[in-house]
């Protein structure tokens, strides 16, 4: 393991792709990886395998099926065939494949993490983050699917004679298209309320992250589920996205704004629902009474969790004049310590960037800032001699609104730093942007942080931490404001977008018309009477 301070040596690794020894592949091996890729349906016309890198290293890890618009359609039809039994499957049962899942995640805990490792390069406690989530999850909705399906009565338009349920009635099958940052959580969790509201589910994983896919759908068939219903196809987004959304019922994205927007349109075209999780560049406040050591803890979490490649992580650090010189102070010399590592244990604070588009992409815009006047704190530097795609965790200061980095998201371990004056103006600062997801407060005042929190357009906002909270919070809804996203996932919402409220009422006694014998003016004046009285009936209204 490196430490930020040590210097890096001269010399770039050699970037060809040779194959991972097993011995570096922890629990695996390359039997268990042709056992995983077997999962993938096939239709006969896949193009040669696909690839995926191991970033921490550089190495091959594993091929995989390179499916065609012949194998979705292959995964939808079987999908379909078994969503129609899985429908008529008693909640209670459905939810108890949620529970069993739980603790089978828990369980197999060290072998998904060797893998998440593998195939993104993260540090091991980003990689737990995922089985946390995923636990989480899957307890949530395995215990509170049937309060939120229903059927709940509701009130009926003629008291008494009016009998009315909301039921929710499953989509079909589901379509989630998922990104490689978190390549458990994302695949999984977003599948778990589709699958117990009585959906089939078609996933297609980023083409870096195949086998964590395939991993969790393989342990929830060990939970019960039935084998065809949940299918998952590997392949490039560009030539799978479009044949899944074609025939699938429900389109569930988390990706990119960009690309975000290309899925919309096309779930638009066939008047099927989306939703939308895509990028953020999210700010954290430090008003003038934060606990200092705190913020600072909060920060490097905000910032550096899976090395910045969080859609919710921090990119825009504000602290108050008061406390600026201290705080940064601290901050910096926190960072510099901070090691790097992809080995599977847990020793490192931060692992690799996941591919050479990424590293790219974070040291442009730092090197873009730069030139522009940006000063760096700590990191700023590629260090090759750790793995090919490590980057140093950084600090920047003056970003001014010419720099790309001042408003694009960087999805890396780099945060711009700057002091604020006045609350009003922090506000303002942190509302200026077209993204909105996530949001952070730090103040020794919870009142005051949640008012603060109110009046910041994101999606979630943590008061004295920096996204955990919200994120964990599952009960609650999840996603972004403006350019971060359409719809939520955890909570009701997250459940009931994948199904189609279905309302059944039971008309009694009389109709809701003028009775035989009744002329529709006196009718009028008789509903109109007990439309009055309605209103000052608790209870009733
Ligand atoms: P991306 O949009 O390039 O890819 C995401 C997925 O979309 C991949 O599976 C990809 O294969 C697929 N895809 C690519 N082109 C497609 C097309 N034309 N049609 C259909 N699917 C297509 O995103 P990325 O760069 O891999 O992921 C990082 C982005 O994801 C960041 O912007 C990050 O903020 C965002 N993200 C958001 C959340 C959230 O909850 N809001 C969570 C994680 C990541």
């Keep these: 393991m490196v430490t930020m301070s040590e210097s890096p040596p001269t010399t770039v690794i050699d970037m060809g792709a040779h194959q991972l020894p097993e011995e570096e592949m922890g629990s695996l091996t390359s039997e268990r990886f042709r056992q995983l890729a077997e999962l993938v349906p096939l239709a006969g016309d896949e193009g040669p395998d696909l690839q995926v890198v191991s970033p921490g290293t550089g190495s091959l890890l594993a091929e995989y099926p390179h499916g065609s618009p012949a194998t979705v359609s292959k995964a939808v039809k079987r999908s379909r065939r078994a969503q129609q039994e899985w429908a008529e499957t008693d909640l209670t049962e459905r939810a108890a494949v949620l529970m069993r899942y739980h603790d089978l995640i828990l369980s197999y805990r060290e072998e998904i993490l060797d893998l998440v490792q593998l ?13 946390a989530d995923v636990a989480m999850v899957a307890r949530y909705y395995a215990v509170n699917a049937e309060r939120h399906l229903g059927p709940h009565p509701r009130k009926g338009a003629l008291p008494g004679l009016t009998s009315t349920w909301e039921h929710h009635r499953p989509k079909g099958v589901v379509g989630i298209i998922s990104p490689w940052n978190y390549p458990l959580s ?20 980023d083409q870096q992250t195949p086998f964590t896919a395939l991993w969790g759908l393989e342990l929830l068939q060990k939970a019960g589920l039935p084998l065809d219903l949940f299918q998952i196809v590997t392949g490039k987004g560009s030539e799978l996205g479009t044949p899944l959304i074609d025939q699938t019922d429900f389109i569930a994205f988390t990706g990119s704004t960009n690309t975000g927007r290309i899925v919309a349109r096309q779930a638009a075209e066939r008047l099927i629902g989306c939703s939308l999780e895509l990028g953020g560049k999210n700010p954290m406040i430090v008003l003038a009474d934060a ?15 899976n090395a910045g490649q969080l859609c919710i992580s921090i990119e825009r650090l504000y602290v108050h004049q008061s406390i600026y010189d201290r705080f940064v102070k601290r901050l910096v010399a926190r960072v510099s310590r901070m090691s790097l590592d992809a080995s599977l244990d847990f020793e490192a604070d931060m692992g ?10 974070v040291e442009t815009q730092v090197l873009d800032a730069v030139a522009r006047g940006a000063r760096v704190l700590t990191g700023g530097r ?17 970003v001014s609104e010419d720099m790309e980095i001042c408003c694009e998201e960087t999805f890396g371990p780099v945060v711009a730093v700057s002091p604020f004056e006045s609350v009003e103006e922090v506000i303002d600062r942190a509302n200026d942007s077209r993204y909105g997801l996530n949001a952070s407060i730090w103040t020794s005042d919870i009142e005051v942080g949640r008012e603060v929190a ?15 909270a919200t994120w964990a919070s599952v009960d609650a809804p999840m996603g972004g404001f403006k350019e971060s996203g359409l719809g939520r996932r955890h909570g009701a919402e997250g ?3 994948y199904t189609e409220a ?23 004046e008789l509903m109109s009477g007990a439309l009055r009285l309605l209103r000052w009936i608790p209870g009733l209204r």
């Design 495 to 497: 459940i009931l977008k």
């Design 352 to 361: 690799s960037l996941s591919s050479r588009a990424q590293l790219e992409k």
């Design 382 to 398: 590629h260090r090759p001699d750790i793995g090919p795609y490590f980057y140093e965790p950084t600090v920047l200061e003056g």
């Design 502 to 524: 279905q309302t059944i009422s039971v008309q009694r006694g009389m109709p809701i018309a003028s009775p035989p014998g009744v002329g529709e003016k006196d009718f009028s």
């Design 119 to 131: 195939e993104t390069g993260k540090a091991r406690k980003s990689a737990f983050e995922e089985v």
């Design 186 to 205: 994302m695949a999984i969790t977003d599948a778990l309320p589709a699958l117990v509201a009585g959906n089939g589910v078609v996933l297609k994983p």
């Design 454 to 468: 109110g009046r910041v357009q994101t999606g979630t906002v943590n008061v004295n931490e920096a996204y955990a």
């Design 291 to 305: 606990h200092l050591e705190s913020a600072v803890d909060g920060a490097i979490r905000g910032c550096f969790a």
